[in-house]
């Protein structure tokens, strides 16, 4: 018999999933893209977020990653706007497929506070009664999650890991060619922290901490600060000291990759933080990197090891400087172990996250896993 399709067959089918966002962001940052082109490739249609396919269209899932900046971005009548007219797309989308919305909780509290307190209690509502499934980057990340919305406490929890970025940029520099090009030829230790500058990244302390100690050691801060006063304190705390080499601007890939390669560790002293990106850069870029034990940055050295990310408490200090520059002194294999940052796995458990959002019966345990549930 052909041309029939069992329960069994039809909950298996590909789905078509709307991402907000998909591929828009692509040259801002490789992971949504990534994600969406390894979900494609497992047979699903993937494509940014649409109000007006949520009215007409056919759509199994509608996922969300950083809904602060999607809806409480611009003007007030503009978020007012966004909330209502998702709020009504999503509502007929449910009634003519079934559509489910599943949303990725990157932080559970976003780093800059956007529009007025009456809107964000709106965003707030639409979140808590229309999530249909959590996915979290790290199983810390879902407690977390849970805990700052008991609402969606009971609502089916993915563990979805952000995947390397050996992908998505020419890592392949070698270190020598990017330390002569950038000047950093005299032996001493490279210290890097690169990316955009945000003020919870504790930039200026660093500089400090390398300014007030007697170590040889070269800082390298590349990236454009989030405002002028911002970079006026990085400026003030580095003085006229020779060994830290500033590169306050806009950093193209090319040169990300190269500052990384040229480095021997990267800093990243984060006053707080729940995932980071930039680690994960580093790590693809096969440089050690230093954290402190905030957020899911325990569960990044457990994935990768204990050679290649070192975990500190409290402040970034002359100390803990030191033990950096030991630690980073230490011989390691040229290339990072970043097998659990599997992008093909990771798409694959995002699809099964999906599927359970739709079909509740698929998922096994009500209660999906959680940081206790990883340790004995």
């Not at 966004?82 to 079934?98: D, E, K, Q, S, V």
């Not at 609502?155 to 330390?179: F, I, N």
Request: charged share 25%; glycine share 6%.
């Amino acid at each position: 018999m052909t041309g029939v399709r069992g329960p069994a067959a039809a909950a298996d089918r590909p789905l078509v999933i709307e991402a907000e966002p998909a591929f828009r962001t692509a040259h801002a940052n490789p992971y949504n893209a990534r994600l969406c082109t390894t979900i494609v490739g497992e047979g699903h249609t993937v494509r940014d977020l649409s109000y007006l396919r949520l009215f007409t269209g056919r759509i199994d899932i509608v996922h969300l990653h950083w809904p602060e900046l999607t809806f409480l971005t611009g003007r007030r009548w503009r978020v007012l706007a966004r909330l209502l007219l998702f709020r009504a797309g999503l509502r007929i989308a449910r009634l003519r497929n079934g559509t489910k919305l599943v949303w990725t909780v990157h932080n559970v509290a976003s780093h800059e506070q956007r529009s007025t307190p009456g809107l964000r209690a709106m965003h707030r509502r639409l979140l808590v009664e229309e999530v249909d499934a959590l996915l979290s980057l790290s199983a810390g990340g879902l407690d977390a999650a849970r805990a700052a919305y008991p609402e969606l406490a009971a609502k089916p929890g993915t563990v979805t890991p952000h995947g390397h970025y050996r992908l998505d940029y020419d890592l392949s520099v070698p270190r020598a060619e990017a330390r002569a090009e950038r000047g950093l030829e005299d032996g001493a230790p490279v210290v890097a922290s690169v990316g955009m500058i945000r003020s919870y990244k504790n930039i200026p302390e660093l500089v400090r901490t390398v300014v007030e100690s007697e170590h040889q050691v070269r800082l390298v801060v590349a990236g454009k600060p989030a405002g002028a006063p911002l970079a006026a304190e990085i400026a003030t705390a580095a003085g006229s000291d020779p060994r830290v080499l500033l590169d306050l601007a806009f950093q193209s890939d090319a040169a990300i990759v190269g500052w990384l390669r040229a480095a021997d560790v990267v800093v990243l002293p984060y006053r707080a933080i729940q995932n980071s990106g930039s680690a994960i850069l580093a790590l693809s870029a096969d440089r050690p990197v230093v954290v402190p034990a905030l957020g899911a940055m325990r569960e990044l050295q457990d994935q990768v090891g204990s050679e290649w990310v070192r975990c500190y408490e409290g402040d970034f200090d002359a100390a803990e400087l030191a033990r950096t520059l030991e630690w980073a002194a230490i011989p390691r294999p040229d290339r990072a172990p970043l097998d659990r940052l599997d992008w093909n796995a990771i798409a694959r458990s995002t699809v099964e996250a999906y599927r359970g959002a739709r079909d509740p019966a698929r998922v096994d345990d009500p209660q999906p896993e959680t940081s206790a549930s990883l340790n004995p």
